[in-house]
């Protein structure tokens, strides 16, 4: 299990192995901006400040320099470490 704390309020809430950010943040009644929950709608989108994710078979629509600088696809990215998140 993974620890995800959204900045700038400092709100946390676990993720399990192989659960999207999305997912938990909805298990856990955290508010996090979504619509469509596959990516399509880019409601989503957050920056890691810290942190790694994986993607699974939906790769997300962004540029490298985009995943460089740590945007992410809350609805389709897994964690792989504990996670700080602005939103």
Do not use: H
């Not at 696809?73 to 602005?86: F, T």
């Amino acid at each position: 299990m993974f620890k995800a704390r959204l900045l700038p309020d400092g709100v946390e809430f676990d993720i399990f192995e192989n659960e999207t950010i999305l997912a938990a943040a909805i298990r856990q009644d955290v508010a996090f901006p979504y619509r469509c929950r596959t990516g399509g709608c880019q409601s989503c989108i957050c920056q890691r400040v810290k942190g790694e994710v994986i993607y699974g078979a939906m790769e997300p629509w962004l540029t490298e320099q985009e995943q460089a600088q740590g945007w992410t696809y809350a609805c389709l990215a897994k964690p792989l470490s504990d996670l700080e998140i602005k939103l």
